[in-house]
């Protein structure tokens, strides 16, 4: 019964949400992509007008995807448990506390005040949810100066308050990306996200898709692919960029080789190391065997590779814009596996 309902409201939020965004196609346009299972912004994305849309995961199915983890999905969707129990098998940014009901619970012994005065910049992060929502990095600019998200200005005092609001949000490092990962865009923190399958035949893990997210000025200080950020593909092989996407407002399909606010080269760029990197996600995920599928999100800093998050079900739509997740035989039966198509 909870199946049949999820299935149901799956297409129902799918329709919802292609109502609210409004996206510019005709509404018979829309209704054709509904029964196949993809919100309308795919039209552009995938340019389904010339591809074959079964090659794809559609949005329905990633939704339903969801179920894989089970009954492990806490692992990933509770932050503080990801730092606890992931952290142990990789490196992840730490955790000194949690606020409760605007009220902080410190794990090192150190007052929030304390914390607050010893770190230059920090994280404030809810403890379940993605898409970057709920996401503070914070930037003390002076002793009575605060900076939240490089747009809210706060006193001292006034940033206490702030913090009195939070409800299940904890307080983490800053991981300093890497003079790589600067090079991108200097203004946003720019992370890989990983996707990360288990093989049912041999239970090992395997990379699925690997793309390199880049931020824009409107995204900034984030990367995120909703709020406009760049996607460029990461070959397995090399480490090496391809051109960018990002997330469509209008028909018009555009790829970017360079960055669009600085003109930076991206297409053709290397990532340091990646077969070094590779090897480390590899088995970091072949050490949490429970957890089928990820969508691991890291940061490339100068001390090595972090994991900042990992989801569980995690949108395909900044993998999939550059080519379809299910013309991979290992990916397309992995899925089949797992009863999603």
């Known amino acids: 019964m909870k199946y049949t309902y999820y299935k149901y409201s799956t297409t129902v939020n799918i329709i919802k949400k292609d109502f609210k965004d409004k996206f510019p196609i005709s509404f018979f346009n829309k209704i054709d992509l509904w029964r196949k299972g993809f919100l309308a912004e795919k039209q552009t994305l995938y340019q389904l007008d010339k591809n074959n849309y079964k090659a794809y995961l559609s949005d329905y199915h990633a939704a339903m995807a969801r179920w894989i983890n089970e009954p492990y999905n806490e692992l990933l969707t509770n932050k503080l448990i990801f730092s606890e129990f992931v952290g142990k098998y990789i490196k992840v940014p730490k955790t000194f506390g949690v606020f409760i009901n605007g009220e902080f619970f410190s794990q090192d012994n150190r007052c929030i005040n304390e914390l607050i005065n010893e770190f230059d910049v920090f994280v ?98 984030q990367d995120n692919f909703t709020k406009g950020g760049l996607s460029a593909n990461i070959d397995l092989e090399t480490g090496q960029l391809s051109d960018c996407t990002r997330h469509p407002k209008s028909k018009l399909h555009q790829r970017y080789t360079h960055h ?82």
């Open 124 to 221: 404030v992060k809810t403890i379940s949810g993605g898409g970057g929502k709920g996401v503070y990095l914070i930037n003390r600019i002076s002793e009575n100066q605060f900076v939240i998200n490089n747009s809210i200005n706060y006193t001292y005092d006034e940033f206490l308050d702030f913090f009195k609001t939070l409800n299940n949000y904890i307080f983490t490092e800053f991981i300093q990306p890497s003079d790589f990962s600067k090079s991108l865009n200097h203004t946003s923190i720019n992370t890989m996200r990983i996707l990360t399958l288990m093989d049912p035949k041999t239970n090992k893990a395997f990379i699925a898709r690997a793309v390199q997210r880049i931020g824009v000025a409107a995204s900034a200080p």
């Open 260 to 341: 669009p606010d600085t003109n930076v080269k991206i297409e053709g760029v290397t990532i340091p190391n990646w077969k070094s990197i590779e090897s480390e996600i590899i088995e970091a995920a072949n050490k949490l065997p429970m957890l089928k599928c990820v969508g691991w999100d890291f940061v490339l800093s100068n001390k090595g590779l972090v994991a900042i998050e990992g989801n569980h079900h995690p949108d395909p739509d900044v993998l999939q814009g550059h080519e379809p997740l299910l013309t991979d035989a290992r990916i397309k039966a992995f899925y089949k596996f797992h009863k999603i198509i």
